[in-house]
T-cell receptor, first 116, second 113 residues
């Protein structure tokens, strides 16, 4: 069975600073995809970044990057130059195997608060 | 930019009543999903749908739930006889092929009284 663990229920970061949100995963499938979603207080789920298990490079999308350490089964999200609008819940999710209609399995989330 | 839409944004119903939650996925997408999120908890998978049939469903998706794609654009989730514990945010999502991200709609908040 697949499992996602996010150990930080809440994080604080100063505006303009970088922050790392932790995510570890567990799967026996060699093919998997890792996703990060942002959920602001309004409730919608916003896709941020994706990393495939066979991707050689760490994924980056603007201020978001994914620190993918396959041997440690971790896929931490790094947000650079935090902004007040980054305050939200952040969910790590996995799909394994990374094919077909495989559903996403989500972690419990980390609430990020950006302080001015 | 194309987006997934859901209606209504908020539904209040009495226990035992039937509800239908509606979703319009992104037009060229082929894979559709329903998830739910009980307040303050993580997002949980309910069901996936492809080629006009259910591909996979979770243990949450019991006989009280059903999905349908009635007209080629809408994708609906029906709960036949709602229970208090069905109160949650229900998200529809779609993706264009198996390897890409799933795009989520804004959600329908269902409150069962």
């Amino acid at each position: 069975a697949q499992k996602i663990t996010q150990t930080q229920p809440g994080m604080f970061v100063q505006e303009k600073e970088a922050v790392t949100l932790d995510c570890t995963y567990d799967t026996s499938d060699p093919s998997y995809g890792l996703f990060w979603y942002k959920q602001p207080s309004s409730g919608e789920m916003i896709f941020l970044i994706y990393q495939g298990s066979y991707d050689q490079q760490n994924a980056t999308e603007g201020r978001y990057s994914l620190n993918f350490q396959k041997a440690r089964k971790s896929a931490n999200l790094v947000i650079s130059a935090s902004q007040l609008g980054d305050s939200a819940m952040y969910f790590c999710a996995m799909r394994a195997p990374n094919s077909g209609n495989t559903p996403l399995v989500f972690g419990k989330g980390t609430r990020l608060s950006v302080i001015a | 930019e194309p987006e997934v839409t859901q209606t209504p944004s908020h539904q209040v119903t009495q226990m035992g009543q039937e509800v239908i939650l509606r979703c319009v996925p992104i037009s060229n997408h082929l894979y559709f999903y329903w998830y739910r999120q009980i307040l303050g908890q993580k997002v949980e998978f309910l069901v996936s749908f492809y080629n006009n049939e259910i591909s996979e469903k979770s243990e949450i998706f019991d006989d009280q739930f059903s999905v349908e794609r009635p007209d080629g654009s809408n994708f609906t989730l029906k709960i036949r006889s709602t229970k208090l514990e069905d109160s949650a945010m229900y998200f529809c999502a779609s993706s264009d092929w198996a390897y890409n991200e799933q795009f989520f709609g804004p959600g329908t908040r269902l409150t069962v009284l």
